[in-house]
């Protein structure tokens, strides 16, 4: 049980981050962004071939990978998504399907469907108390709360933090307070788009990496993101968390290959009974 306990939050520190950036997003834009699956893809693929085609340290390579993404995050709102800012979130939904599709075809295009790895070294597990624990899993461990710290003092510290909120809260508002919005819809898909690709290198060393590993994680991700509270992007990692433990502990009694079938059920139990998540606030509608 501890053994599944360990494997559990590892799965959750993985799904935090894209979790995180997929109610992010949300939060300010009032969107789904179908599109994150693929920039977890995209990250994970420019980290490779940063790392092993031109032999770059492995965190040099993720840091390019994550700025890659984050870059690309901002330029897709500028080609896409703004000229839509304000159509239904339903119509942006599409959009960003129809991002995802491209992006994905684009990997494919480049790198085939061949699995890859990081070229890094490889180091035995150990045991502690009983349980096995390999390195992969604290190099995501401390990766991902180095992450959620950063993002965390950036929220509440910072004076970039208080205009995200205030755009979050009240769109309107904010601009008659003089706080540009376009320059806030353009640091969180920065940061958005960074937090997804970093989830892909960790994906990356947790498994492998090839094209469909976005989507693989797709429905995980918008369970998480609901399972916390989508429209409270610090909420949403405490869903991922759940949502990891939850899926390992049900191999306690389903094949591992099934594991799916939890998050699609947590999901559509949500959406029926709470859909403003575990630990988010009630929507209230302006």
Do not use: K
């Not at 939904?93 to 061949?114: C, H, P, Q, T, W």
């Not at 920065?190 to 960790?202: E, Q, R």
């Amino acid at each position: 049980m501890a053994q599944l306990i360990v494997n559990g939050l590892t799965t959750g520190l993985i799904l935090a981050l894209p979790a995180l950036a997929l109610a992010l997003s949300f939060s300010v834009l009032r969107f789904a962004n179908y599109a994150i699956g693929s920039y977890v893809t995209v990250g994970a693929f420019v980290a490779w071939w940063a790392n092993v085609q031109l032999s770059l340290p492995f965190w040099t390579a993720a840091l390019i990978g994550s700025g890659a993404v984050a870059a690309m995050a901002v330029i897709i709102d500028l080609l896409v998504y703004s000229r839509m800012r304000e159509r239904s979130g339903l119509t942006l939904l599409v959009a960003s399907m129809g991002v995802a599709i491209a992006l994905e075809n684009v990997v494919r295009l480049f790198a085939g469907n061949a699995p890859r790895s990081f070229d890094v070294p490889v180091a035995r597990p150990f045991r502690l108390w009983g349980v096995r624990v390999h390195q992969e899993q604290l190099i995501i461990l401390v990766t991902v709360l180095c992450a959620l710290v950063i993002v965390w003092v950036l929220f509440r510290f910072t004076r970039l933090g208080r205009a995200m909120r205030a755009v979050a809260d009240n769109a309107p508002l904010a601009a008659v307070r003089g706080i540009a919005r376009g320059r806030v819809i353009a640091v969180v898909w920065a940061i958005s788009g960074g937090l997804a690709a970093l989830a892909g290198v960790l994906i990356g060393i947790d498994t492998s990496i090839e094209p469909q590993m976005g989507w693989n994680y797709l429905l995980p991700i918008f369970t998480a993101a609901i399972l916390g509270g989508i429209a409270s992007p610090m909420a949403a990692v405490a869903g991922a968390l759940v949502l990891g433990l939850a899926e390992e502990v049900s191999t306690l009694f389903l094949p591992p290959h099934y594991r799916m079938i939890v998050a699609f059920g947590i999901m559509a139990a949500l959406l029926m009974i709470r859909p403003w998540g575990l630990f988010g606030s009630r929507w209230v509608q302006r």
